[in-house]
């Protein structure tokens, strides 16, 4: 008796299951079927503007699949181009934001409970205001008569105003400025867990502080690095914000040109294909991660 | 901190001292506060070449800030430590002749057994084949061979014991520092690594210093134990000397357990003592003279074991007393008596089972009588 109910129920476990589950089916897998079928079909004067991938002839359901899409993105340099320029400038912006983050996630979690949280606080403070804000910002303070500019022709540095704004330097500075608490927070909660007298031991058996970091703390955190890692990488590829704003005209990436294939030319099969393509190189990234985290698992 | 800077450190050039007997680890009025706790106060040791010291003390007393201060990890505040002759002032915990074994073992749980092993040998830059020879040894000293390639999660705590222990003692310290070396094992296994370790560690004739909080630990592994209480050296001596006579309350109290009279020194003769007790009826007869004074307050102390009960009145009045059995803890090995004195005080007894199947069977609320030797009491002053 008592061990039919939970049939006739759905059991608590189920229901909390299937919200993560619900979630991913109807606002990641349903969007991308659609963008993917999206990506089959050819540009078309019609709202919505492509062609249906299904249609009657002469009683008969025929199933058109379009790859025109996805040869053309191969023949035209421009997305190569700007696929690899993405990466390179999400794989630089994400070493750049360990470089920095580590140190900083180091330092938090070493030290005492209130300065901690109040440090926590402090990194995480920016995000309480519009991400959009913020990127704007940054053109008042770098834009040739802004805030850095002006500041340095006062003191007498330079003589002219720098072309700070609209160049990769620009695009660089607000991806890592955005992404640093992305690295910070998955850091530091690897390194506060980490058993300091590892550290002691490492110590006592003759290693320097500086070998101790490298062959304990280092290899211990691993997990921590891969994690911030990823999610600011896999962001930054995508990334359409920062360098429609901050980026110049040569400033290439995956995420503006998508943009312009949506909404500037309207094609939205081309757009499409470039969107199931970026998730393709995301992909490799995010199976790297997810065996690490399965080994870790295991041990 | 300029003067530390020109202190040189020792080096080949700049040999030690020859090594003497007793002193080979020396601590000199070493004192540690933080801010204004004092942690370790004014402490004089000296450990000798090859000896299993053990620093017995409740927590907090200090033992571990000392253990630190030996490992490098903490600088004394005031004072200065020797090994083997060599002021270890201002020396880090990486140039230190000094290694431990954690309580925790803190073995690296990204590294095999055998990397644990050769963590500190690699450190030293000595040869791989030289580093390989040197770990098959250590792991086979401690039985661990057949685990070399395992990783930590994957022994049992005995094991990772036993790794622990080959890993402080693959570099060959001066002196071996041991941080609770059995708090982490239950108490089957903990009985049978006590005599393991020690036997490993006379083996390789290490100086070895060992803190802990467990005094049957202190006792059966060291040749000689320091009692520490509030960052003070209360008493130093053998195992032995430590139980039979204490010199203070605290060490009585704090080594095993033992019957505390307090009262008034009423006959102080060179060769006998008698003293008043408020608690007790009779007086207590003392047979040795006591550096003392008519009239001193001083409290004598008794072990449980050394106390016997009887339910006829014994022939010497002195050293005994009337009571009724208030509670017995049957402990299979022994029977522990708690014997309610007239005026409430309460006197433990220990009664050795072999001898309570000849006696007549004593039991709760039975009227007893119990005494002791002159020669078993201990007189205290402070």
Redesign the interface.
């Known amino acids: 008796m008592r061990r039919q109910l939970p049939l006739a129920l759905p059991s608590g476990r189920i229901i909390l299951i299937s919200i993560p589950f619900l979630w991913f089916v109807f606002f990641l897998f349903i969007p991308f079927a659609i963008v993917f079928k999206i990506s089959f079909s050819e540009i078309a004067t019609a709202i919505p503007p492509y062609t249906k991938l299904l249609s009657t002839i002469n009683d008969t359901i025929q199933l058109t699949l379009s790859l025109g899409n996805y040869i053309f993105l191969f023949t035209d340099s421009l997305y190569a181009t700007a696929y690899l320029n993405s990466i390179k400038i999400a794989f630089f912006s994400t070493l750049l934001c360990l470089l920095i983050g580590y140190p900083m996630a180091y330092a938090i979690a070493r030290t005492e409970s209130p300065t901690r949280n109040l440090l926590l606080m402090l990194v995480v403070l920016p995000s309480w205001t519009s991400f959009l804000i913020r990127v704007y910002a940054w053109i008042g303070i770098l834009k040739n008569n802004g805030l850095l500019n002006n500041l340095l022709l006062s003191l007498g540095i330079i003589n002219e105003p720098l072309q700070l704004l609209h160049t990769n330097f620009s695009v660089y500075l607000g991806i890592v400025y955005a992404y640093l608490p992305f690295m910070i927070l998955p850091l530091y909660a690897n390194l506060v867990k980490l058993?300091y007298?590892?550290l002691?031991?490492?110590?006592?058996?003759?290693?320097?502080p500086w070998?101790s970091f490298l062959?304990?703390t280092l290899?211990?955190s691993l997990a921590g690095i891969i994690s911030g890692s990823m999610l600011v990488f896999i962001p930054v590829v995508g990334e359409f914000v920062i360098p429609d704003l901050l980026g110049g005209p040569d400033t290439l990436m995956i995420g503006k040109v998508l943009w312009q294939e949506f909404f500037n030319n309207r094609d939205w099969p081309v757009a499409s294909a470039v969107a199931v393509i970026m998730l393709l190189l995301l992909i490799v990234p995010i199976l790297l991660f997810n065996r690490h985290q399965n080994k870790q698992l295991q041990? | 901190m300029a003067e530390k800077m020109t202190e040189k450190p020792p080096t080949a050039t700049n040999p030690a001292k020859p090594p003497s007997q007793d002193g080979y680890v020396r601590l000199q009025q070493v004192t540690k506060t933080f801010d204004k706790f004092v942690a370790v106060d004014s402490v004089d040791l000296k450990i000798k070449k090859g000896e299993i010291f053990g620093l017995l003390g409740s927590s907090g007393c200090g033992k571990s800030t000392l253990l630190h201060m030996l490992?490098?990890?903490e600088e004394p505040t005031e004072g200065k430590i020797f090994i083997d002759g060599v002021d270890m002032t201002g020396i880090?915990?990486?140039?230190r002749p000094?290694?431990?074994m954690?309580q925790?073992y803190?073995?690296?749980?990204?590294m095999t057994v055998e990397q644990n092993v050769a963590?500190?040998l690699k450190?030293?830059k000595l040869p791989k084949d030289e580093v390989s020879k040197r770990v098959e040894k250590m792991l086979n000293m401690v039985h661990m061979e057949a685990y070399a390639k395992r990783?930590p999660?994957q022994l049992s705590g005995g094991q990772r014991q036993r790794v622990a222990l080959a890993?402080s003692l693959a570099?060959q310290p001066k002196l071996l520092l041991l941080d609770e070396p059995m708090g982490a094992l239950d108490k089957k296994l903990r009985e049978q690594m006590q005599l393991e370790v020690v036997s490993i560690l006379e083996s390789v004739g290490v100086t070895c210093l060992m803190v802990t909080h467990d005094q049957e630990e202190a006792m059966t592994m060291t040749s000689r134990i320091g009692i520490m209480h509030k960052g003070r050296i209360l008493q130093i001596g053998e195992p032995k000397e430590v139980y039979e006579t204490p010199n203070s309350r605290f060490t009585a109290e704090f080594i095993g357990s033992v019957n505390m009279f307090e009262g008034i020194i009423v006959e102080d003769e060179p060769e006998y003592v008698m003293i008043n007790c408020k608690s007790l009826e009779n007086p207590i007869f003392i047979d040795h003279g006591v550096t003392s004074e008519l009239g001193m307050q001083v409290w004598v102390a008794v072990r449980p074991e050394k106390i016997s009960l009887s339910k006829e009145p014994p022939e010497v009045k002195t050293n005994s007393a009337k009571g009724v059995v208030k509670d017995i803890a049957y402990l299979g090995s022994h029977s522990i008596y708690h014997v309610g004195l007239p005026n409430g005080k309460l006197v433990i007894a220990n009664v050795y089972n072999i001898d309570r199947a000849n006696k007549l069977e004593i039991t709760w609320n039975d009227e007893v009588y119990v005494s002791w030797e002159p020669a078993s009491a201990v007189v205290l002053i402070v």
């Open positions: 058993d007298s590892l002691d031991a490492a110590s006592d058996l003759g290693a320097r070998k062959t304990i290899p211990l041990g | 490992a490098g990890f880090p915990p990486y140039l000094v290694n431990m954690f925790s803190a073995l690296f749980p990204h963590f500190g450190q030293d990783k999660h890993r570099k």
